[in-house]
């Protein structure tokens, strides 16, 4: 069994393959002058299971080709098995049209995966893991919610947890369950043209004196962590955390978050960046030895 290291997720396919003892394949890759791509395969794979580990990260309609091109090649050259290990699933956000005429990403990159063939689809914290029952192969989307809570569980005293929209209460449940806290969540929309965020509380909480914790699948702009934010503050917090599966930060958003009072912003490293501190690959090498 092998592991090959996809080359937005080497590091991580590195973890993976030495905590399971397994053979790492590298991929030699090199961007052409042009911006085109160049991969290979730097060991035989004919005949091995192999698991390939390639998060959509930004860039990420690059990472996203590699990811297919790399899988087709795996089969191409005699895969037995091929398990796509793709911590973060881009493009899961676009997931309906929104507006006439948009076109729906999120299905179509399901359509382009089963194209492939795959033995078995690995992802973390889908955004709406209702795209996942499009997939032909078999899907394990798994949380790194428990891991954010073990985290956390070690810095703060007096905490509360907070979602911060509609779609993230479970996400917030599951950190406060291990946590042993309350929790609650907010209500967000979102201007569908300019992106603008307003966010609201569901029902009234008091955050008095609390460390509160905001969790979430991704954070990008930073915007909705700031607005929810914003809200524990005059609830009462005291300090406000944030944590993330998917660390984006786009462009300027970790220094803007940090302006805006947040103490810490944790992510996991299925998007290496400079709050990557929560690794996935015990929960990866789990999944692995089950496969
Ligand atoms: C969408 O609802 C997601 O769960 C995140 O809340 C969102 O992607 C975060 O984006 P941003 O950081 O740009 O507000």
Known sequence: MLVVAGPSSEQLAREVASLLGWGLVGIEHKLFPDGESYLRFTKRIEGEEVALVQSITPPQDRSLLQLLFLLRTARELGARKVWAIVPYLAY??????????????????????????????????????????????????????????????????????????????????????????????????????????????????????????????????GGTVMAAAKIARELGAREVHAACTHPILAGDALRRLREAGIKRVVGTNSIPSQVSEISLAPEICKVLREL
């Not at 990403?105 to 033995?119: A, F, P, R, V």
């Not at 905490?159 to 042993?180: H, K, N, T, W, Y």
């Not at 992106?195 to 609201?200: A, H, L, Q, Y």
Request: charged share 30%; net charge negative.
């Open 92 to 221: 899961a956000r676009q997931d309906e049209r929104y507006r006439e005429g948009e076109v729906v990403s999120g299905k179509l990159l399901i359509d382009m995966l089963n194209e492939l063939e795959l033995d078995a689809l690995v992802t973390f914290d889908v955004h709406n893991p209702e795209l996942l029952k499009g997939v032909k192969a078999r899907t394990i989307d798994l949380s790194a919610m428990p891991l954010i809570a073990e985290y956390f569980s070690k810095l703060l005293r007096n905490p509360f947890v907070l979602a911060p929209d509609q779609e993230a209460p479970e996400r917030a449940e599951v950190v406060a369950s291990i946590l042993g806290c309350e929790w609650s969540w907010l209500i967000k929309s979102r201007d569908k043209i300019t992106g603008e965020i307003e966010t609201k509380p569901q029902k009234k909480f008091d955050a008095s004196g609390k460390e509160v914790l905001i969790v979430d699948d991704i954070i990008s702009t």
